[in-house]
Nanobody, 124 residues
Framework: QVRLVESGGGLVQTGGSLRLSCVTS????????MAWFRQAPGKEREFVST????????YYADSVKGRFTISRDNARNTVYLQMNSLKPEDTAVYYC?????????????????WGQGTQVTVSS
């Protein structure tokens, strides 16, 4: 059984930073893409960022470009999302996702496994 467990969410003031982590367990994947999505209250889940297996390819939503950075440590089966200059509109539940395929397919909305989510709240 594949598990994705996020951590690092919390309450932060506008302009602050948080670092989310997501650890994958239960099965060994090679060559897969990892991603972060988010869902704000009353809104649909939206793509935030994705990273390829070796980290050579990354994509970001326009709303987070220049503020968020995705990275991964394959030896630790962990993907990170460094979030800087946070805004109230970044408030959402953030979900880690795994795609046993390319980052292009992630951007197209194809995901194989989801985490349970971690709450990020940015106060104004």
């Amino acid at each position: 059984q594949v598990r994705l467990v996020e951590s690092g969410g919390g309450l932060v003031q506008t302009g602050g930073s948080l670092r989310l982590s997501c650890v994958t367990s239960g099965r060994t994947f090679v060559g897969h893409a990892m991603a972060w999505f988010r869902q704000a209250p009353g809104k649909e889940r939206e793509f935030v960022s994705t990273i390829s297996w070796r980290g050579y390819t990354t994509y970001y939503a326009d709303s987070v470009k220049g503020r968020f950075t995705i990275s991964r440590d394959n030896a630790r089966n962990t993907v990170y999302l460094q979030m800087n200059s946070l805004k109230p509109e970044d408030t959402a539940v953030y979900y880690c996702a795994l795609r046993d395929g390319s980052t292009d397919s992630v951007v197209a909305g194809v995901i194989d496994y989801w985490g349970q989510g971690t709450q990020v709240t940015v106060s104004s």
